[in-house]
């Protein structure tokens, strides 16, 4: 006569039990969710490029800049980015007049909330040339092939847009 060794129910229900129990406490506390991680204004260029793989798009912040969208194209609805932006409430956008002034941009509306930032990427990885004022510190970001900078004071952010333009419009002089 053989006899079948095997578990019985309550082992298997303890083993069950202590498994159960060291997962919870092991990865309990561990979220699985992704996380909006946080991008700085000066490597908000670099970061939206590396996404868009040679694509045009928009970028629009809006809800005091505390939420961003990317709008590939006019006729797709913008969706919300898989990152956060480190952008004060308070931010101020400026551009370059015709006569070589900064000043504030207004922007309309998106959802029924005021725009506070937007910004046209292109395929060639150029895009809309900024000057943002975030919590009085002041970033140029310039249209094409240079990296964003953070200056002390909006004259200087006007002087080094007025200097990348002036190259940018004399690069054929060497030619």
């Known amino acids: 006569m053989q006899i079948k060794k095997a578990f019985t129910l309550f082992e298997l229900l303890i083993v069950i039990f202590i ?3 060291v997962y919870f406490l092991g990865f309990g506390t561990i979220d699985f969710k992704p996380h909006k991680k946080a ?3 000066l490597d908000l260029k670099s970061t939206i490029a590396d996404r868009l793989n040679k694509q045009q798009a928009k970028l629009i912040c809006i809800d005091k800049c505390q939420s961003c969208f990317i709008q ?3 006729f797709q609805e913008p969706q919300e980015t898989s990152f ?3 952008l004060s409430p ?3 956008s400026y551009t370059l007049t015709d006569n070589d002034r900064l000043e504030p941009i207004e922007y309309d509306r998106f959802k029924d909330k005021k725009i506070c930032l937007m910004i046209d990427f292109y395929p060639n990885g150029s895009s809309t040339p900024i ?3 975030n919590d009085k510190d002041f970033f140029f970001l310039p249209s094409l092939l240079r990296e964003s900078k953070q200056v002390k004071t909006l004259e200087e952010a006007q002087e080094l847009w007025l200097k990348y333009s002036y190259h940018l419009q004399n690069t054929g002089d060497f030619y």
């Open 19 to 21: 498994l159960s129990l």
């Open 39 to 41: 991008v700085s204004i």
């Open 72 to 74: 590939y194209d006019i």
């Open 84 to 86: 956060h932006i480190k």
């Open 90 to 92: 308070n931010l101020t």
């Open 131 to 133: 000057v943002i004022e």
